[in-house]
């Protein structure tokens, strides 16, 4: 019989296994089907998410889930700013610069996405059109959105992204796709007063999320990882 942890329902081999698995086969869905995902597994996810781990046990995560004709009026909204050239109105600094492996595999996965659509290198027009997919949600019925607490500072949206990990491994557990977008951050002040968050609210991202289109080409490649040895150092003595 396979070993167990105390007091576990499953065998060792079987949790590492599963988590393996749902950690293996997430991928950020870029197109999904129109059908929406029942509030009873939406509210399975959350209830799932709200174990994640946070400093001081804040659980500074809040969370907007807008589906149905509120999703559509905030689609509209936001995608307006954007198609527009509006935005860079982040309540958190993004990446400054990638540089190095960082821009080596920001590279990577960029044409990954693009030879996979088809666009050729350098067609800044097709790159932008596919950014704005962006605030289409991709399609997704539902869209979240993941706001913190600004006395928390950095640690506060830390936190929440450690949420956004738990929400999408439990999302794909229940069979559903998702994409964690930092695109929506971009209009924090438009999210802020849409939403009618107070002025202590800090937008961290999104996430879009419903059943993905696994027929969608886009869909249809995954991104790599660097090794362990290229990430950990051990110090032993
Ligand atoms: C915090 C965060 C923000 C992201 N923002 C966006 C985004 O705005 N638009 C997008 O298309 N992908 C976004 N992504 C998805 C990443 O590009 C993706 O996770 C990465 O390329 C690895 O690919 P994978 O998720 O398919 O494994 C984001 C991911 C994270 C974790």
Redesign the pocket.
Known sequence: MDAKVPNARYSIDDRIGVLEELLNE???A?AFLPREVDRATIEHVLTIAQRTASWCNSQPWQVIIASGEAKERFRKEIYAEASNGLGDDYDFTPPREYVGVYLDRRRE?GFQLYNTLGIARGDKAAYAKQALE?YNFFGAPHVAIIHTNEPLGIYGAIDC?AY?SNFMLAAQALGLGT??????ARHSGLIRRHFNLPDDRRVV?GISFGYADNAHKVNSY??SRASVAETVTFVDV
């Open positions: 997430r991928y950020s870029r996965s962006n992204g956004v994409i964690p977008q930092a695109a929506l991202c995954r991104t």
